[in-house]
């Protein structure tokens, strides 16, 4: 059966990796050719690469990093960033990507899901979404812009629609958490996990190694993180140790 | 055309991203050419069938580019040949996927898509265990598959994968080779399996691939 996957994210602005807090704050981290072929040989099992400005500046995430990071690395790289059209999508393709992950596009033009899916295929179909708990309403809601705007939207029923318009996969980032170390929003993951028929990736909050246990268990097929790979708090391979010894399968 | 001994030519269907298998040919060495060309396919001294999308599509293209009968030629000569994903499941006579449609017939049985009860597309790592390890030792591949390959082509040898079935995630016949997995993103133990079909499975020849049959 599948062996869950450990997922270090490269968020990169101007070619140079970056990493804050809610999306704000941004520092630098490294270069992204030099962290995927580290993180690869660490084991990682995929790579993401978001060029977390591309959609505020309205252009595609650079090809040029895609370019630099595929040739290192001989493990899938999911890509996003700014993809309006197919033909963004049919770039970043050619430039390395193995999937391409949308996410306020998706929200605007839904279509787009449906189209990547029947032009490229499902497995290379990504939709990220950004969940924020409202306590006004006692649920999730979607935001987009890279967290600077509030979708009036549910995660979990968008989610099921883009499960139904072809996504292949969805990345959920739970802006509550995200950069924060305090752990997945489990109860996120479950929800969404529960209500789709496709793999869901966690993702924000990550810090120990239970914490990556927890989201699987609470139902993800895999784990994102990034704060803790480029700190070096600790490496992949010790990692995926400690999460043998929790009883998780890895490669 | 560029027909050196260190040049793969990739079949170019228009649709399939070829990139990820470029990059691990160029980490080898070894140069890429997209190709269209049926005399290419006949001729050259190493050829990958990438994933193409859908059956119907991959075989519709093939047909379109007219090189249908030299990529079966080849195969069947025994020609060093790869095919990856989508690729394996065009080698059988047909696919649950598009039942009205007909297959490369290499392997004379009908690609199955995975039971409803399991996400699919299959997308992740899973154990690959060849039925002898005297080519390549068994290893963690990555998929992203809905359709598989059910059954052994006889006289073929193949390893196997359990996802809800047991399904032949890889066969090899002399220096011909398809995997269901992506060897070009299934990290060291991938690249090394390109290697393998690179040099070491040149020297075989189909009877001593399939001695156990």
Redesign the interface.
């Given at each position: 059966?599948?062996?869950?996957?450990i997922i270090p994210c490269l968020d990169v602005r101007d070619g140079r990796v970056v990493k804050g807090i809610q999306f704000q704050q941004l520092r630098d981290a490294g270069d992204p050719a030099e962290l995927a072929a580290r993180y690869?040989s660490d084991g990682a099992?995929e790579l993401v690469v978001l060029d977390v400005s591309a959609t505020l500046e309205n252009r595609i995430a650079l090809l040029e990093t895609v370019q630099k990071v595929?040739?290192q690395?001989?493990?899938?790289?999911t890509v996003g960033g700014g993809v309006k059209t197919l033909a963004d999508a049919q770039a970043l393709?050619?430039?390395?990507?193995?999937k391409v992950s949308i996410n306020s596009a998706a929200v605007r033009q839904p279509e787009l899901v449906t189209q990547m899916s029947q032009?490229?295929?499902?497995?290379?179909t990504v939709v990220a979404i950004d969940a924020v708990y409202s306590s006004d309403e006692s649920d999730w809601i979607v935001v987009t812009r890279s967290g600077s705007q509030k979708e009036n939207l549910k995660a979990i029923p968008w989610a099921q629609t883009v499960d139904r318009l072809g996504a292949?996969?969805i990345l959920l980032t739970s802006f509550d958490r995200d950069g924060t170390r305090s752990g997945y929003d489990l109860e996120l993951v479950a929800a969404v996990a529960k209500n789709v028929?496709?793999?869901v990736i966690a993702s924000g909050g990550a810090n120990l190694p239970i914490h990556l246990q927890e989201a699987l268990e609470a139902g993800a097929?895999?784990v994102l993180a990034a704060s803790i790979f480029h700190d070096q708090q600790i490496s992949i391979g010790q990692l995926k140790q400690q999460l043998a010894k929790l009883g998780v399968a890895v490669? | 055309m560029n027909n050196s001994d260190k040049t793969v030519f990739i079949v170019d269907t228009g649709?399939a991203?070829v990139?990820?298998v470029q990059?691990?040919f160029?980490?080898l060495n070894w140069e890429t050419q997209l190709t269209q060309s049926a005399a290419t396919i006949s001729e050259a001294a190493f050829v990958v069938l990438p994933g193409v999308?859908?059956f119907s599509a991959g075989i519709s293209r093939l047909h379109e580019l007219g090189i249908v009968e030299p990529l079966k030629r080849r195969i069947n000569d025994r020609q060093s040949t790869l095919a990856i994903c989508l690729g394996m499941q065009l080698l059988c006579r047909s696919s649950d996927e598009a039942p009205e449609t007909d297959g490369l017939g290499i392997f004379e049985t009908t690609a199955i898509r995975f039971p409803s009860d399991l996400?699919v597309?299959?997308?992740?790592?899973?154990?690959v265990k060849p039925s002898s390890d005297t080519l390549f030792q068994p290893g963690?591949a990555?998929f992203?598959?809905?359709y598989c390959v059910p059954a052994a082509p006889p006289g073929w040898e193949t390893a196997t994968t359990?996802?809800g079935i047991d399904f032949v995630s890889a066969s090899w016949s002399g220096p011909v080779l398809a995997c269901q997995f992506?060897p070009?993103?299934?990290?060291?133990w991938?690249?090394q399996l390109l290697t393998i079909w690179l040099n070491k499975m040149q020297t075989l020849s189909p009877t001593e691939t399939s001695a156990s049959c």
């Amino acid at each position: 059966m599948l062996i869950p996957r450990i997922i270090p994210c490269l968020d990169v602005r101007d070619g140079r990796v970056v990493k804050g807090i809610q999306f704000q704050q941004l520092r630098d981290a490294g270069d992204p050719a030099e962290l995927a072929a580290r993180y690869e040989s660490d084991g990682a099992d995929e790579l993401v690469v978001l060029d977390v400005s591309a959609t505020l500046e309205n252009r595609i995430a650079l090809l040029e990093t895609v370019q630099k990071v595929r040739a290192q690395l001989s493990i899938p790289l999911t890509v996003g960033g700014g993809v309006k059209t197919l033909a963004d999508a049919q770039a970043l393709l050619n430039a390395g990507a193995d999937k391409v992950s949308i996410n306020s596009a998706a929200v605007r033009q839904p279509e787009l899901v449906t189209q990547m899916s029947q032009q490229f295929g499902a497995q290379c179909t990504v939709v990220a979404i950004d969940a924020v708990y409202s306590s006004d309403e006692s649920d999730w809601i979607v935001v987009t812009r890279s967290g600077s705007q509030k979708e009036n939207l549910k995660a979990i029923p968008w989610a099921q629609t883009v499960d139904r318009l072809g996504a292949g996969e969805i990345l959920l980032t739970s802006f509550d958490r995200d950069g924060t170390r305090s752990g997945y929003d489990l109860e996120l993951v479950a929800a969404v996990a529960k209500n789709v028929s496709i793999p869901v990736i966690a993702s924000g909050g990550a810090n120990l190694p239970i914490h990556l246990q927890e989201a699987l268990e609470a139902g993800a097929h895999a784990v994102l993180a990034a704060s803790i790979f480029h700190d070096q708090q600790i490496s992949i391979g010790q990692l995926k140790q400690q999460l043998a010894k929790l009883g998780v399968a890895v490669r | 055309m560029n027909n050196s001994d260190k040049t793969v030519f990739i079949v170019d269907t228009g649709v399939a991203n070829v990139a990820s298998v470029q990059a691990a040919f160029a980490r080898l060495n070894w140069e890429t050419q997209l190709t269209q060309s049926a005399a290419t396919i006949s001729e050259a001294a190493f050829v990958v069938l990438p994933g193409v999308g859908s059956f119907s599509a991959g075989i519709s293209r093939l047909h379109e580019l007219g090189i249908v009968e030299p990529l079966k030629r080849r195969i069947n000569d025994r020609q060093s040949t790869l095919a990856i994903c989508l690729g394996m499941q065009l080698l059988c006579r047909s696919s649950d996927e598009a039942p009205e449609t007909d297959g490369l017939g290499i392997f004379e049985t009908t690609a199955i898509r995975f039971p409803s009860d399991l996400l699919v597309p299959q997308l992740g790592w899973n154990t690959v265990k060849p039925s002898s390890d005297t080519l390549f030792q068994p290893g963690v591949a990555y998929f992203a598959n809905s359709y598989c390959v059910p059954a052994a082509p006889p006289g073929w040898e193949t390893a196997t994968t359990h996802y809800g079935i047991d399904f032949v995630s890889a066969s090899w016949s002399g220096p011909v080779l398809a995997c269901q997995f992506h060897p070009e993103l299934s990290s060291h133990w991938g690249q090394q399996l390109l290697t393998i079909w690179l040099n070491k499975m040149q020297t075989l020849s189909p009877t001593e691939t399939s001695a156990s049959c």
